[in-house]
């Protein structure tokens, strides 16, 4: 039964974090038009590889840390975890701020807002719920502030505020104040935070880097699309950011699966059994994949319709690439964070990101500015393929060595 309270709570989470861009959707495409909508796509995009950086990589090798680890270790971790990630956090979204600037054709600020506010999604404390398998904490400390930040921004958009609303209120202002809140609810002391001193942060920074390298590899081609899609085919943005959009809140939602498995493979008393557990979470997760690559692809062109206003309907063979790709994700999630965390193998996952970037990025670039959106989700799936098959041997690889 705790198992599936678990369940639930996990899947009500990102489907609150879903729910809520939707809210606002409609009320940007209809207000702003075209033109808000492509600024708001690019904010995201550039925020959403910063937001890859900021994290540090704890969503990968954090959640099993904490699964095994006694209460008052886990307060430590958590302090010396957003120390860490609120150190690189503001020249980051700077950083992702003036590049959205320079790549929106209008509503720049706007953009620029978007971009910085994304990027603090970084600082959440999700993964830390994950690994203690408190989904309800994580619920009160985060989907719900976030979900209230949307809706009183939607509110104060059709009320004629300027769309800047958007980024500064939907985003940055939850983004800062739901892991402050997490921290309290946590019993998160000051003192946790006094015993960290500038060295062992530097320390700490240098060895999250394995685990962060693959993720910021991997932001070229996950969060970046937009952007690079910009450059070649401005004239494909719209459709191919509302496809980008619809698929990755969709898989924001499906990633509950594995992040229940996370703790409970990182919570087996062996190494057999952990990795006996991320098989059997391969499996899993690769049939769910398809079940909901399927569904994605029959209702994402009537979706998107609704969603943005007619200013970017998804056509049936963009909305099938998605649902293909869907499947890849849902599969690679369970390979890299499950079974090559438990196989020790990370280095793994960091070439499979690269693997998936050297093939991602020049696909992404040649195929959308022949074939519009339907080629740049074709080369997001071609990367995305890219990085399965790397895991895939790795995993095999390690299971190998073990016999």
């Known amino acids: 039964m705790s198992r599936v309270k678990s369940l639930v709570g996990f899947l009500l989470v990102p489907m609150l974090s879903a729910v809520s861009p939707l809210l606002a959707l409609p009320v940007i495409t209809s207000r702003f038009g075209d033109p808000g909508w492509q600024s708001v796509a690019i904010g995201t995009s550039i925020g959403s590889a910063a937001a890859v950086l900021v994290e540090l990589g704890w969503g990968l090798n954090g959640p099993q840390r904490v699964a095994r680890a006694s209460l008052r270790n886990r307060r430590q971790t958590l302090a010396l975890s957003s120390s860490t990630k609120a150190l690189v956090y503001a020249p980051l979204a700077v950083a992702a701020g003036s590049i959205a600037f320079l790549l929106a054709d209008s509503f720049r600020v706007e953009g620029a807002l978007v971009a910085a506010g994304t990027a603090g999604a970084g600082l959440s404390l999700s993964w830390f719920f994950v690994g203690t398998r408190e989904p309800g904490r994580l619920v009160v400390t985060d989907a719900i502030p976030r979900v209230i930040a949307v809706v009183v921004a939607s509110l104060l958009m059709l009320s004629g505020l300027g769309l800047w609303v958007y980024g500064a209120v939907a985003l940055i202002l939850p983004g800062v104040a739901a892991p402050l809140l997490g921290l309290q609810r946590t019993g998160v002391r000051f003192a946790d935070f006094q015993r960290l001193s500038v060295g062992r942060l530097a320390r700490t920074v240098r060895s999250q880097l394995a685990a962060l390298s693959g993720r910021a590899l991997s932001?070229?081609?996950?969060?970046?699309?937009?952007?690079?899609?910009?450059?070649?085919?401005?004239?494909?943005?719209?459709?191919?950011?509302?496809?980008?959009r619809l698929q990755r809140m969709y898989l924001t939602v499906l990633i509950a699966v594995p992040n229940l498995m996370q703790s409970w493979v990182g919570g087996a008393s062996t190494a057999d059994e952990r990795l006996a557990r991320a098989r059997r979470g391969i499996l899993l997760n690769a049939g769910f994949g398809l079940v909901a690559g399927g569904i994605f692809t029959a209702i994402a062109p009537f979706a998107s319709s609704l969603i943005f206003s007619g200013v970017a309907t998804i056509p049936w063979q963009v909305a099938a690439l998605c649902g293909a790709m869907i499947f890849v994700v849902c599969t690679s999630r369970a390979t890299g964070n499950l079974a090559l965390v438990a196989l020790r193998r990370i280095d793994v996952i960091a070439y499979s990101a690269l693997a998936g970037t050297i093939v991602g990025v020049p696909s992404i670039l040649g195929f959308s500015s022949l074939l519009g959106p339907a080629g740049a989700v074709l080369g997001e799936l071609l990367a995305e393929a890219t990085v399965l098959a790397v895991q895939l041997s790795g995993v095999a690889r390690g299971h190998r060595r073990r016999s």
Request: charged residues 5%; aromatic residues 8%.
């Open 219 to 244: 932001a070229v081609y996950i969060a970046l699309p937009v952007a690079l899609v910009s450059i070649v085919a401005p004239g494909a943005v719209s459709v191919f950011a509302a496809a980008e």
